[in-house]
């Protein structure tokens, strides 16, 4: 059974560099799926990321993408998130997921989220 | 940008009531949308992908349908343990969530 468990710094000043890993155990990154990270600041909804494949292949969200980098690292199964010029706005409790792909009668994979980890919250403060 | 709207933002329920949450996309996404379900402190939980197929393990209550720009998900009896929020978010093209629906006890 895979599990997920994402690790950092709490406590990141301004204009600093957000940095995240996501540890995968019981299963390899490797495998057929995408890896995902999403956040959800005090209070108020999720906010997709981003997902990389364990080729290096990555999708950003438009609004994030000039900030963000997503990582993978094959040799320690893991993952990895890098966000900078962070501001107060970036405080939030960041979710590492697995994406899993399936695609019945579609000409295209539908992607879901079907493995999270626990979140780790992550302030932005001098 | 693909935007998610979910209707209504809250609702208050009994239990064993049938209760339904809309999603609507701002454009056809076809059938590319999945359900979470999410309680205080928790990360989500995957309900439904592909907007009708359940998740292994989570009970029949919980259905989802629509194609297009409009779904639903539907929980037929509400029971204690169904309290939260839930949240709808596309996947054709890039990931967005809507803003939630937090269903509370009446």
């Known amino acids: 059974q895979v599990q997920l468990q994402e690790s950092g710094p709490g406590l990141v000043k301004p204009s600093g560099t957000l940095s995240l890993t996501c540890a995968v155990s019981?299963?390899?990154?490797?495998?057929?799926?995408?890896w995902s990270w999403v956040r959800q600041p005090p209070g108020k909804g999720l906010e997709w990321i981003g997902e990389?494949?364990?080729?290096?292949?990555?999708n950003y969200n438009p609004t994030l993408k000039s900030r963000v980098t997503i990582s993978v690292d094959k040799s320690k199964n893991q993952f990895s998130l890098n966000l900078r010029s962070v501001t107060a706005a970036d405080t939030a409790v960041y979710y590492c997921?697995?994406?899993?792909?399936?695609?019945?009668?579609?000409?295209?994979?539908?992607?879901?989220?079907?493995?999270w980890g626990k979140g780790t919250t992550v302030t932005v403060s001098s | 940008d693909i935007q998610m709207t979910q209707s209504p933002s809250s609702l208050s329920a009994s239990v064993g009531d049938r209760v339904t949450i809309t999603c609507r996309a701002n454009?056809?996404?076809?059938?590319?949308l999945n359900w979470y379900q999410q309680k205080p402190g928790k990360a989500p939980i995957l309900l439904i992908y592909?907007?009708?197929r359940l998740q292994n393990g989570v009970p029949s209550r919980f259905s989802g349908s629509g194609s297009g720009a409009d779904f639903t998900l539907t929980i037929s009896s509400l029971r204690p343990e169904d309290f939260a929020t839930y949240y709808c978010?596309?996947?054709?093209?890039?990931?967005?969530f809507g803003q939630g629906t937090k269903v509370e006890i009446k």
């Open positions: 997921a697995r994406v899993a792909l399936y695609s019945g009668s579609s000409p295209y994979f539908h992607y879901y989220m079907d493995v």
């Open positions: 019981g299963g390899s990154i490797s495998s057929r799926n995408w």
């Open positions: 990389i494949y364990h080729s290096g292949g990555t």
């Open positions: 454009q056809s996404i076809s059938m590319y």
């Open positions: 592909a907007a009708s």
């Open positions: 978010q596309q996947s054709y093209n890039t990931r967005t």
